[in-house]
């Protein structure tokens, strides 16, 4: 067995807020005779964008709050004490490598642009002795085990799954070790409320389709529930499309997004569900559906800032418009196709939106009101809970015409309504207030 370095690790939180199957913790514990944790609520990320949105609005915060206070419960039931603070990561990680005589940082490994541009910042202040040690722990099949060249990633979903899927194993759950109780520190640092984050505290929605709150804890009894005790897993490719309740999807990605819960775990309870209760198609396709998130991750890794620009991935060259009066209508639920207007305003409520209705009001966006799509992207960015930069501008490419969608298709809307909310349930959710 290796020994341990006699020094002190630091575990710099990112999108993996866990402590279950997380490859950061367990190098940090197996590798040094202390530990301890950080997490950043980056100011950064709570200023107004390009667009005139908040990056992170009240929704997503308050769920990474909950997140957060989870995250410091479970860890420090490892023994392990986790430093919070309201402040930029590149201004305080190197003073807690000086202060702790801290030589190796675990971190997830992110490439998006504004990550790297952390990462960028963070390594200025550091000394040369000092290694910051990426995991690529967010994926269902590690890139490790994927490919060595990334330009070489398919740009048709379906070739690049059929291959995964003939010759890539999903590798197990890495294993998780206690630290001795000595191992935890004095913390004189706090947690910021949602009011320190700029925000009023609200009540959630009584009508949302996601009654969850945020954390590890949270996410696996969601599973569990799912899975075990209602079984809705069995019935999922049926229900999916639904646009009212908890439970016509599995609700998994919020958790997803922040790293709470990971895609492995997921897919090795749908086997342990599969071997006791059997496979079907509804199983597989909860899989399917973590490929699909598994693939946006690889274009993003593939083409690295196109996706963020205006012609996407293909360079497409459309004529796009960004009036603010189309755009407000947009978001405020007011234009002239009311099934889009109640996505819109079940988005702008609750912050949640199901697959359906985010396709719908996309394509709408980008299609029928011919807007920069990239507006509509940061829209998302604010509001979902789940948002994930990687699904949410691929799919905003894909849906745009300026993705990974070979057919560059528009949604009907209104046959979209008529199919999925027949009965006009979810529309009379949303517009009430329009109806008298």
Do not use: C
């Given at each position: 067995m290796q020994k341990k370095q006699e020094n002190t690790s630091l575990i710099w939180f990112r999108n993996n807020l866990r402590v279950h199957d997380n490859t950061s913790i367990k190098k940090a514990v197996e590798n040094h005779t202390k530990v301890i944790a950080v997490y950043f609520f980056d100011p950064k990320l709570f200023q107004m964008d390009k667009f005139g949105f908040q990056k992170t609005a009240k929704y997503r915060a308050k769920f990474l709050l909950e997140t957060i206070i989870d995250l410091r419960k479970n860890l420090a039931d490892l023994n392990i004490t986790l430093l919070t603070y309201f402040k930029s990561p590149e201004d305080e990680i190197h003073k807690i490598c000086d202060a702790f005589e801290i030589k190796k940082v675990y971190t997830q490994k992110e490439w998006t642009k504004e990550e790297e541009s952390t990462n960028n910042l963070i390594k200025n202040t550091l000394s040369n002795e000092i290694h910051l040690i990426e995991e690529y722990d967010q994926f269902l099949y590690n890139p490790d085990t994927v490919s060595k060249d990334f330009s070489k990633i398919p740009d048709v979903f379906t070739v690049f799954r059929k291959k995964l899927e003939k010759t890539v194993q999903i590798l197990k759950e890495v294993p998780i070790s206690k630290c001795t109780s000595e191992n935890l520190i004095e913390n004189k640092t706090i947690i910021p409320t949602l009011q320190d984050l700029g925000f009023k505290d609200f009540e959630i929605h009584e009508n949302t389709a996601f009654p969850f709150s945020g954390g590890e804890n949270s996410a696996l009894e969601r599973l569990n529930t799912y899975f075990f005790e209602t079984k809705k897993v069995g019935f999922y490719k049926k229900t999916r499309n639904g646009l009212v309740g908890a439970d016509y999807?599995?609700?998994?990605?919020?958790?997803?997004?922040?790293?709470?819960?990971?895609?492995?775990?997921?897919?090795?309870?749908?086997?342990?569900?599969?071997?006791?209760?059997?496979?079907?198609?509804?199983?597989?396709?909860?899989?399917?559906?973590?490929?699909?998130?598994?693939?946006?991750?690889?274009?993003?890794?593939?083409?690295?800032?196109?996706?963020?620009?205006?012609?996407?991935?293909?360079?497409?060259?459309?004529?796009?418009?960004?009036?603010?009066?189309?755009?407000?209508?947009?978001?405020?639920?007011?234009?002239?196709?009311?099934?889009?207007?109640?996505?819109?305003?079940?988005?702008?409520?609750?912050?949640?939106?199901?697959?359906?209705?985010?396709?719908?009001?996309?394509?709408?966006?980008?299609?029928?009101?011919?807007?920069?799509?990239?507006?509509?992207?940061?829209?998302?960015?604010?509001?979902?809970?789940?948002?994930?930069?990687?699904?949410?501008?691929?799919?905003?490419?894909?849906?745009?015409g300026v993705g990974n969608d070979p057919r560059d298709r528009k949604f009907n809307t209104q046959l979209q309504a008529e199919r999925y909310d027949g009965n006009h349930k979810y529309r009379k959710i949303w517009l009430i207030k329009t109806l008298f």
């Open positions: 999807s599995t609700k998994f990605s919020p958790w997803l997004a922040n790293g709470s819960l990971s895609a492995k775990t997921i897919y090795w309870k749908i086997k342990e569900y599969e071997a006791e209760f059997g496979a079907n198609e509804s199983t597989y396709w909860v899989i399917f559906e973590l490929i699909w998130r598994d693939y946006f991750k690889y274009i993003s890794l593939k083409y690295n800032s196109k996706v963020f620009q205006l012609g996407g991935i293909l360079e497409k060259d459309y004529q796009w418009s960004s009036d603010k009066q189309l755009i407000n209508q947009w978001i405020n639920g007011e234009t002239k196709d009311d099934f889009v207007n109640a996505n819109m305003i079940e988005l702008k409520e609750t912050g949640f939106m199901s697959n359906r209705g985010r396709q719908n009001v996309a394509s709408y966006f980008a299609k029928e009101l011919l807007l920069d799509w990239r507006i509509g992207a940061a829209y998302f960015e604010s509001l979902l809970i789940d948002y994930d930069v990687h699904s949410n501008y691929g799919n905003w490419m894909y849906v745009a």
